[in-house]
């Protein structure tokens, strides 16, 4: 069985805290995800499931193929943050341990990597010169050291001296 996200361009979408009364943002939205051997059986499989979406206006449905059958433990979670949460960002959520910080990125942007042992996973916080904020979180299997020079092969060392105790 292959997995699929259906999405729709019909409808509206507004940003957190917005006080308008148009739409910010033209964009997509997720309706659901589905199983099924190719896309019309997933289709079927999502209307069986959420027959619900039958009492819905939306009309066309954009099916896509995803990758891994497990999608939600290989996703990567992108944040756009800006520098008035800076504080937050700096400590780790959730279960994560500062590894290495600092990592020169170019451009006045540094890096820091988290790993959480408990999720085997990595949270990269990347600080760019205007003080953005960017954060992404992946599986351990999907990090790729070489993207950090030595500091990569550095964080790895380090984590299993985490994994290992």
């Known amino acids: 069985m292959k997995s699929y996200i259906f999405i729709t361009a019909e409808g509206y979408t507004f940003q957190p805290e917005s006080t308008s009364i148009e739409p910010d943002i033209e964009n997509c939205q997720v ?18 499931e959420n027959s619900n979406l039958l009492e819905t206006t939306f009309d066309e449905l954009i099916s896509i193929e995803l990758k891994h059958a497990d999608y939600d433990k290989h996703a990567k979670h992108f944040h756009l943050v800006r520098s008035r949460c800076k ?35 990595v949270k990269e916080t990347k600080t ?38």
Do not use: M, W
């Open 31 to 48: 309706v659901g995800f589905a199983k099924g051997k190719d896309p019309q059986q997933a289709f079927q499989n999502l209307i069986q």
């Open 128 to 165: 760019l010169a205007d003080k953005t904020v960017l954060i992404v979180e992946l599986a351990l299997d999907d990090f790729h050291p070489s993207n950090y020079g030595h500091q990569g092969v550095e964080f790895l060392r380090k984590i299993n001296t985490v994994r290992h105790c």
């Open 87 to 121: 504080e937050l960002t700096n400590q780790p959520r959730d279960n994560y341990k500062l590894i290495i910080s600092d990592i020169d990125a170019g451009g006045g942007a540094t890096i820091d990597l988290y790993y959480d042992d408990q999720t085997n996973k």
